[in-house]
């Protein structure tokens, strides 16, 4: 995710107590890790999907 201002609520060690939770602007995760955040979804819609979808044949 990026694009917000978010702190990470919960990490693959658990839950992150409220006052050692860390702000962060932009989150990468690798496989089979695990990161919970908390942010104001508050920018407006652009209406196009930066979403992709992979079909096979």
Known sequence: MHGYDF??????????PEA????E???DC???QMRAFD???D??????????SRTTP
């Not at 702190?7 to 992150?16: L, Q, Y």
């Not at 050692?20 to 702000?23: I, K, N």
């Not at 920018?43 to 992709?52: C, F, H, L, N, W």
């Open 30 to 32: 690798a496989v089979g």
């Open 43 to 52: 920018a407006p819609a652009t209406g196009r999907s930066t979403a992709t």
């Open 20 to 23: 050692a939770a860390w702000p």
């Open 39 to 41: 942010f104001v979804a």
């Open 25 to 27: 602007v932009t989150i």
């Open 7 to 16: 702190k990470v609520s919960c990490t693959d060690g658990g839950w992150v």
